[in-house]
């Protein structure tokens, strides 16, 4: 099956920091998604992108939808504490009825203050 | 954002019983979804409702499992006979609201989940 494989799996940053952190899969995917998760809840979309090469800001969150569409990184600028989170990337076909997301194993970000 | 509400938070039940976890996306929607993530893993698609019909199912969701929406609101996940291994975060997600809503047809938005353990 499909599988994405994200990086880092961990990151300790201080506050005001730069992060970033990217997604790659074998095969092609028409949409990627980022989300973040705290602690005991659901997944909240951040930023979705929809076209290859597409550059997307949400604040301070920049992603990219790479051009092969095998790829997706997300950037996080001037971190704070309230980032902390596990992030995760999800690619979606959306083609031949499939709709699914398909996970990476995340990354889960501290900042220290 | 549109809002998934999810009940119960949290379902303990004993091996062998049948689970019922409901769901209630506020608004209309035209895709519905249940994933699930066991503790400190990544998120994994069960199945996809479209239609009143199920659109997609992964391996996962075996003959243990089913869907449904009965009354035209709640979307519900049935587990018939629970394992061990069925302990999980269960999310619920839908996609492909109105325009007013400004969300893209892709965009899924998830519940807040129904930890269930399995003892």
């Known amino acids: 099956g499909q599988q994405l494989n994200q990086s880092p799996q961990s990151m300790f940053i201080q506050e005001g920091e730069d992060v970033s952190m990217n997604c790659t899969s074998s095969s092609i995917f028409n949409t990627w998604l980022w989300y973040k998760q705290d602690p005991g809840e659901g997944p909240v979309l951040l930023i979705a992108?929809?076209?290859?090469?597409e550059l997307t800001s949400n604040g301070r969150l920049t992603a990219q939808f790479g051009i092969t569409r095998k790829d997706s990184f997300l950037n996080i600028s001037a971190s704070i504490p309230s980032d902390v989170g596990i992030y995760f990337c999800?690619?979606?076909?959306?083609?031949?009825?499939?709709?699914?997301?398909?996970f990476g194993k995340g990354t889960k970000l501290t900042v220290n203050p | 954002e549109p809002e998934v509400t999810q009940t119960p938070s949290h379902q303990v039940t004993q091996m062998g019983q049948e689970v019922i976890l409901r769901c209630v996306p506020i608004?209309?929607?035209?895709?519905f979804y249940w994933y699930r993530q066991i503790l400190g893993q990544k998120v994994e698609f069960l199945v996809s409702f479209y239609n009143n019909e199920i659109s997609e199912k992964s391996e996962i969701f075996d003959d243990q499992f089913s869907v449904e929406r009965p009354d035209g609101s709640n979307f519900t996940l049935k587990i018939r006979s629970t394992k061990l291994e069925d302990s999980a975060m269960y999310f619920c997600?839908?996609?492909?609201?109105?325009?007013?809503?400004?969300?893209?047809?892709?965009?899924?938005?998830f519940g807040p989940g129904t930890r269930l353990t399995v003892l």
């Open positions: 608004s209309n929607h035209l895709y």
């Open positions: 997600a839908k996609s492909g609201g109105t325009l007013a809503e400004g969300s893209s047809y892709n965009e899924q938005f």
């Open positions: 992108l929809y076209k290859a090469g």
């Open positions: 999800a690619g979606q076909l959306a083609q031949g009825g499939s709709e699914k997301l398909v």
